[in-house]
């Protein structure tokens, strides 16, 4: 992970300790990162992390339409755009940011978006039935005229 990357978990991290009793206080970055992965939804990071998973799952076709390597990939993606969002946070209020660190998690980001397709994937709901069955299906009966004698 990068330095600004972990710095900016610590940030984080260390705010929620405040206020929840010192949960992630002695844990080193990676681990605290890995935490927040595991988070309960309540904390920003969390929620966000799985706001991009989702979006991308929809829009690869839905889950089962993924693979578990592509959504472990989509897992990691949505990772990196969270650290890259908050070095780019950082940078927008004037904080100086190492641009080594914020090119590596952007290339990360190419990488891992062309593995997993920059094309959505249209989620099949229903198979279109065909011709012949729809036909049957829709058929109206033939209105006979009876003329009254």
Do not use: C, W
Request: glycine share 6%; aromatic share 2%.
């Amino acid at each position: 992970m990068a330095k600004s990357a972990l710095r900016s978990v610590r940030a984080i991290t260390t705010a929620n300790a405040a206020t929840a009793n010192g949960g992630y206080r002695n844990m080193r970055p990676r681990e605290a990162a890995l935490e927040l992965l595991r988070a309960d939804g309540r904390h920003l990071v969390s929620r966000r992390i799985k706001a991009i998973v989702r979006t991308l799952t929809n829009q690869g076709g839905g889950e089962d339409a993924l693979s578990e390597v592509k959504k472990q990939l989509v897992r990691r993606f949505a990772a990196t755009v969270v650290l890259t969002e908050r070095l780019e946070a950082d940078l927008a209020s004037g904080t100086a940011i190492d641009i080594g660190e914020h090119t590596l998690l952007t290339s990360t980001l190419i990488r891992l978006a062309n593995v997993l397709g920059k094309e959505r994937v249209a989620k099949v709901i229903n198979p279109p039935p065909d011709l012949q069955q729809y036909l049957r299906h829709h058929r109206r009966p033939a209105i006979i005229e009876v003329e009254a004698d």
